[in-house]
């Protein structure tokens, strides 16, 4: 049982910026992977961001430049900071993370509810 609890979405005119953070909790003995995905209304789940345990980070070419994702592990919480937001950022914006339980089972499909991020005028 993994909890994944975001925040930080809202409505934003476009060139604003908004901060996401998404916290871990549950049966958790290690953090691997990171990482946001969007899906926007009529379109799949898309991946926005990664980032490792160490810190390696992968982006999607359409937030390269503005977007940074980041995690502090102490706190088993993944961040994104987004900058230069246009309305096609406009989307449902969820985390995931790649775990180690305390049962010693590896579990990747952990997901949270999402956070809305709408970027309008």
């Known amino acids: 049982q993994v909890q994944l609890v975001e925040s930080g979405g809202d409505l934003v005119q476009p060139g604003g910026s908004l901060r996401l953070s998404c916290a871990a909790s549950g049966n958790i003995a290690v953090v691997y992977d990171m990482g946001w995905y969007r899906q926007a209304p009529g379109k799949q789940r898309e991946l926005v961001a990664t980032i490792t345990s160490g810190g390696s980070t992968n982006y999607a070419d359409s937030v390269k430049g503005r977007f940074t994702i980041s995690r502090d592990n102490a706190k088993k919480t993944v961040f994104l900071q987004m900058h230069g937001l246009q309305p096609e950022d406009t989307a449902v914006y969820y985390c995931?993370?790649?775990?180690?339980?305390?049962?010693?089972?590896?579990?990747?499909?952990?997901w949270g509810e999402g956070t809305q991020v709408t970027v309008s005028s």
């Open positions: 995931n993370v790649d775990i180690l339980t305390t049962f010693r089972v590896r579990s990747r499909d952990n």
